[in-house]
């Protein structure tokens, strides 16, 4: 064997990954060494949380923590009306190679994301996703030299000047993250390794329904997997998801239009107001402009004393629709004056709204929380009730719940960073309906991303320590980190909210010193913001 001989525990994190999706591939061939841990193995569905998207639920999955206590609720962290995108600063909750660290393990992770900036810990990290394009790793200059062994390395496939969303370019970033990956495990010679693969989420993303670049992502990471594991023959693998993926079949619902119908959501027209994450904002960031720093032309000011007489760019396009020119001329319209004359929820002046619609749920603008709150304190649990009442009751145009539960923050969530959740949490019913924040001018539509998140991904795992036999009911992303935990017999923390896997017999629990986290910092960086927004995220 070439590799090191204590690789102990191997994870395997497939974004996305969901069993539709994998027993299309297995029955074709296209991922024999994945199915052949799914049938020697235990394996089952792994459930994920709420809301099931990739910036909360890896932290929850790492951590072992909802996100009430981690902190992480969206790609987007809100300071009043400002946002940021999130980093691994905003984690405030210990990461399970930093637990195995503190009882001399080492670990080797690559690719797993909002693990930027790294933090100290016994071994190596290259960040994924939210990280910028050339990271700081750990340890310091790690980078430089996986780059200058391996050829190359991106986090992001589309970063470069000519974005690569090519089938190649899937396959390269693939190849990259194994060699990574294997040449980090040959330096520090870790019990952990846990290498994750975004790709099989982003394709779903990127070319939906497009079944020849889903085999071509899961046949490279085959490659990938299968040599790692010929390579350094773990003791053990286990394979993990952050949520699964599948088609959209039911309707887009803009709910921040039905908040403006009952009152509670103002709007503006300009340039100058709040975005919304709206058509424009995206265009901005696939573009790879900053849109906070712009000095408007001539036309955008016109625009903007069009938007101000009632002349949107919502309006005109419900009109170029009718006529079958929207798409057509949208195209040949530049971003900044799309945004000009756009309606924006006017987030001051509001009384609820949603913010991000990753985040799935509805922000009330309280009165000494918010900067010029208007709902006032005392007000508070009579208005979340009333939306609960009103959203809880809303349906599509087939007659047909939109959320399967609509619910205060506390159902979902509990722990000290509560209060950086949404005042209220609506939940997509089976995830067949897309909630979205924008303000187009009517409630429904026909989404826009025909396939996206659903909420049951996959587990499996097989080893010498592991109960082949065992059965996976119930388990859930917060039994993830436990388990690692008893694989590696490193007692388990006990304020997790997940418990060890039936797979592995369960170690100690012990109380742990309260986490000290560093300081939460900016993630400033255009090529990240640009990314998520071509995924949609934003």
Same mark, same amino acid.
């Given at each position: ?112 994301? /909002? ?30 030299? /996986? ?392």
């Amino acid at each position: 064997m070439n590799g090191s001989e204590d690789l102990e525990l191997l994870v395997v994190g497939l974004d996305a990954g969901c069993q539709p999706v994998l027993e299309r591939l297995f029955e074709a061939g296209d991922a024999p060494t994945l199915r052949r841990l799914f049938e020697i193995g235990a394996s089952g569905p792994l459930e994920s949380q709420i809301p099931p998207w990739t910036a909360s639920a890896w932290p929850s999955l790492y951590t072992g923590k909802n996100p009430g206590k981690h902190g992480v609720y969206d790609f987007l962290s809100f300071d009043g009306y400002d946002w940021d995108v999130v980093n691994a600063t905003h984690v405030r909750e210990r990461a399970v190679w930093e637990l195995l660290s503190d009882h001399g393990i080492s670990s080797v992770v690559v690719n797993v994301p /909002v693990t930027h900036p790294p933090r100290e810990f016994d071994g190596a990290l290259v960040p994924g996703m939210t990280a910028p394009e050339r990271p700081d790793c750990h340890p310091e200059g790690i980078l430089e030299d /996986v780059v200058e062994t391996c050829g190359d390395y991106r986090v992001y496939p589309q970063s470069g000047p000519e974005p690569d969303r090519s089938i190649e370019g899937y396959d390269r970033t693939i190849e990259l993250r194994g060699k990574a990956f294997r040449y980090l495990l040959e330096r520090f010679t870790p019990e952990f390794g846990f290498l994750q693969f975004q790709q099989t989420d982003s394709v779903f993303h990127e070319r939906p329904g497009d079944w020849e670049a889903v085999s071509a992502v899961y046949r490279a990471v085959e490659r990938e997997l299968a040599t790692t594991i010929e390579t350094f023959d773990p003791e053990n693998v286990l394979v993990v998801s952050d949520h699964g993926m599948g088609e959209v079949s039911g309707h887009e619902f803009r709910v921040n239009e039905f908040l403006r119908d009952r009152g509670y959501v103002a709007t503006k027209s300009g340039g100058e107001g709040m975005p919304t994450w709206s058509r424009a904002w995206e265009n901005d960031l696939l573009e790879g402009d900053d849109a906070g720093e712009h000095e408007s032309t001539p036309l955008e000011r016109a625009m903007e004393l069009a938007a101000t007489a009632g002349v949107t760019t919502q309006r005109v396009a419900n009109a170029l629709d009718r006529v079958g020119l929207k798409e057509p001329i949208g195209r040949r319209v530049p971003n900044d004056m799309i945004r000009a004359a756009s309606e924006q929820v006017d987030f001051p002046h509001s009384r609820a709204y949603v913010r991000s619609k990753s985040e799935l749920g509805v922000r009330i603008n309280l009165q000494g929380r918010e900067p010029q709150g208007v709902v006032p304190e005392s007000a508070y649990d009579a208005v979340r009730a009333e939306l609960v009442e009103q959203l809880s009751a809303v349906e599509t145009p087939d007659g047909e719940p939109v959320f399967e539960d609509v619910a205060p923050r506390e159902r979902y969530f509990e722990g000290p960073q509560l209060e950086r959740a949404p005042d209220i949490v609506t939940v997509p019913a089976a995830f067949d309906n897309a909630v979205v924040a924008a303000l187009s001018g009517e409630r429904f539509a026909d989404p826009v991303e025909p396939w996206n998140h659903k909420r049951t991904g996959i587990v499996a795992a097989a080893g010498s320590a592991i109960d082949e036999d065992a059965s996976l009911a119930g388990a859930t992303i917060f039994d993830v980190a436990p388990t690692i935990c008893s694989l590696l017999d490193v007692p388990v923390d006990a304020a997790m909210d997940g418990e060890t896997l039936p797979i592995a017999d369960p170690a100690e629990t012990r109380q742990y010193p309260a986490y000290d986290p560093d300081p939460v910092t900016a993630t400033d960086d255009a090529v990240v913001e640009d990314r998520l927004s071509d995924l949609g995220y934003l």
